[in-house]
């Protein structure tokens, strides 16, 4: 009986631990009837096509002002990621999900990142993407998001922050210094 009482308090706290915890829809489309559909396309950059369900994504979360990307925790199980529709191309719709860490009317930093289903995550993907340049991965740039309670699906395709954005191969550490030592050429010629 004692021991009942010692974990009254605890298994409470846990309860409301687990209450405040902020949600937004994870998805690029916003289906809150009546606002008008909104939708942000993901595509493939060398196809310009959007991407269909040969490809998942996933949210990854933070807490709000993070500006580096290795700092998010992916919101869903690793292994528990979202292809891409066929009947709506470039479009993922996954559902409510609860980011952790971040209350309800509080702001999280969000980000969306795509690979091909191939592999079994973005970390593998992104891996092999370093060495093959056929394999082609993305991530849109951070955003920071209100999130809502449970069941009010806030969509994260109506926040300004969250935009298209196109999946591409790796470009290698070398092409980025050659551009770099030109654009250097360009300004010291310039000078002269």
Same mark, same amino acid.
């Given at each position: 009986?004692?021991?009942? @009482?010692?974990?009254?308090p605890?298994?409470?706290?846990? &309860?409301?631990?687990?209450?405040?915890?902020?949600?937004?829809?994870?998805? $690029?489309?916003d289906?809150?009837i009546?606002?008008?559909?909104?939708?942000?396309?993901?595509y493939?950059?060398?196809s310009?096509?959007?991407?269909?369900?040969?490809y998942?994504?996933?949210?990854? !979360?933070?807490?709000?002002?993070?500006? $580096?990307?290795?700092?998010?925790? !992916?919101?869903d199980?690793?292994?528990?990621?979202?292809?891409f529709?066929?009947?709506?191309?470039?479009?993922?719709?996954?559902?409510?999900?609860?980011i952790?860490?971040?209350?309800v009317?509080?702001t &999280?930093?969000?980000?969306? #990142?795509?690979?091909?289903?191939?592999f079994?995550?973005?970390?593998?993907?992104?891996?092999?993407?370093l060495n093959?340049?056929?394999?082609?991965?993305?991530?849109? !740039?951070?955003?920071?998001?209100?999130?809502?309670?449970?069941?009010?699906?806030?969509?994260?395709?109506?926040?300004?922050? @969250?935009?298209?954005?196109?999946?591409?191969?790796?470009?290698?550490?070398? !092409?980025?210094?050659?551009?770099?030592?030109g @654009?250097g050429?360009?300004?010291?010629?310039? #000078?002269?």
């Open positions: 009986m004692k021991k009942l @009482f010692l974990l009254l605890l298994l409470t706290l846990g &309860a409301i631990g687990v209450q405040a915890q902020g949600y937004v829809l994870e998805s $690029n489309v289906v809150n009546p606002s008008p559909w909104t939708d942000v396309p993901i493939d950059a060398l310009g096509l959007p991407l269909g369900s040969s998942y994504a996933q949210l990854y !979360a933070g807490v709000a002002g993070i500006n $580096n990307d290795s700092l998010l925790t !992916a919101v199980a690793v292994d528990q990621y979202h292809a529709l066929d009947a709506a191309p470039g479009d993922f719709l996954v559902g409510e999900v609860m952790n860490g971040v209350a009317g509080a &999280a930093t969000l980000q969306v #990142r795509v690979w091909p289903v191939t079994a995550s973005w970390a593998a993907a992104y891996s092999a993407a093959d340049p056929s394999i082609h991965v993305g991530k849109s !740039a951070l955003f920071q998001q209100v999130l809502g309670a449970a069941g009010s699906n806030t969509a994260i395709a109506a926040n300004p922050g @969250f935009v298209t954005f196109t999946i591409s191969s790796v470009p290698e550490p070398s !092409a980025i210094g050659l551009g770099l030592l @654009f050429m360009l300004l010291a010629r310039r #000078r002269r």
